[in-house]
């Protein structure tokens, strides 16, 4: 995959991020080109493991086989195919060590100034095991990432599309994340 040029404002705004967050060219099939530590930290992956690839390896088990997630990838391919600013889905995903975590994932399109979408940001975080309180820290973590996102990407003719409407503290989605990864841990061989 050629190197795709990156915002300095970006790159730093990455690198001093205090969430899981990655970056995702509009080419070809979404690769990965950018991702924060905390991003790294959360899946036990590293930038070699990650960078030129989809992020949809993170749903594949250690024997191949994918998480079904149905649900979750109706709603993120109309959001990459689609005119939503943003979409939020819990999603089944696995460490690298195979162990599985319930992701709360959060996608924003990043759009040029002339409309033309240019990345698309994703924020992770690992409901499976959390409390509702983590969850709002997460959420308002994630809506000043957001804000703070904004102004730097103006002088660069990148904008962050849509609204924080997504963001919304939810102990529905820690229960059912809860659910979840219990019916996982249950009918896993691993």
């Known amino acids: 995959m050629p190197e795709i040029e990156i915002e300095p404002a970006l790159k730093e705004f990455f690198a001093n991020s205090s ?42 088990r250690p024997d191949g086989e994918y998480a079904s997630n149905d649900d979750a990838k109706r709603k993120l ?16 995903n696995f460490r690298k060590d195979g162990r599985p975590f319930v992701n709360l994932l959060f996608m924003s399109k990043l759009k040029a100034a002339n409309g033309k979408v240019r990345y698309i940001i994703a924020s992770q975080f690992d409901v499976s095991r959390t409390h509702p309180d983590l969850l709002q820290a997460y959420d308002e973590a994630l809506g000043d990432a957001l804000a703070r996102l904004k102004p ?8 962050v599309e849509g609204t924080l409407a997504t963001i919304a503290n939810s102990t529905t989605t820690i229960a059912q994340a809860k659910l979840t990864l219990a019916e996982l841990e249950t009918n896993s061989p691993y």
């Open 19 to 60: 969430i899981a967050l990655a970056l995702a060219s509009t080419e070809r099939d979404n690769p990965l080109v950018l991702a924060s530590q905390q991003f790294y930290t959360l899946t036990g992956y590293d930038s070699s493991d990650v960078i030129g690839r989809n992020c949809r390896f993170l749903q594949q």
């Open 77 to 92: 391919h109309a959001f990459i195919h689609g005119n939503d600013a943003n979409v939020r889905a819990p999603i089944v």
């Open 152 to 159: 730097l990407l103006d002088g660069h003719n990148v904008m």
